[in-house]
């Protein structure tokens, strides 16, 4: 019962700081949904026993009762707080344009991260393998072509650049 007198009582006196940067990254799937698994987790661990419980009521009460006090520092910096606010906001948008994952759903952006790495691998290697047969044909034409001692030095040459 003092638990909710204690949170209706912050409510109440509390002018929150609305930040839009936060509000917006919650919005994300992928950090959305960790705030989900989060959440349950927590409720799970706290209904699991009794001394659990009490001690992470007396936790929450803890920061209730520091949010009450860093109340009114928090609103002296209220102002470098929003600008604060809005340059994260910006970067956010940056974040939206130029790395859409952050915006896709946790599903569609482990799909993205696992073949990605997997089709940059496959070039890769392809690249090494068409250099490799590359290499391997010129030496094989210019062993074909028996070419005097002249040209001897420059197959040594290549064949150390290769290995």
Known sequence: MSENRDSSQFERSTKYIHLQSIRRISTWPIINSTIDLTSNLYGKIKDSNLPTKLLLESAEHSVYKAALLVKPVANTFE?????????????????????????QTPTK??????????????????????????????????????LPDENENEIKTELETCG
């Open 109 to 146: 952006t482990s799909k993205i991260i696992i073949n990605v790495p997997v089709k940059q691998t496959i070039d890769c290697f392809k690249a090494v393998s068409d250099y490799g047969v590359e290499k391997i044909n010129h030496f094989y034409k210019i062993q074909e072509q028996n």
């Open 79 to 103: 102002k470098p707080i929003r600008i604060a606010d809005c340059m994260i906001c910006s970067t956010i948008d940056f974040l939206g344009e130029h790395m859409p994952t952050v915006i």
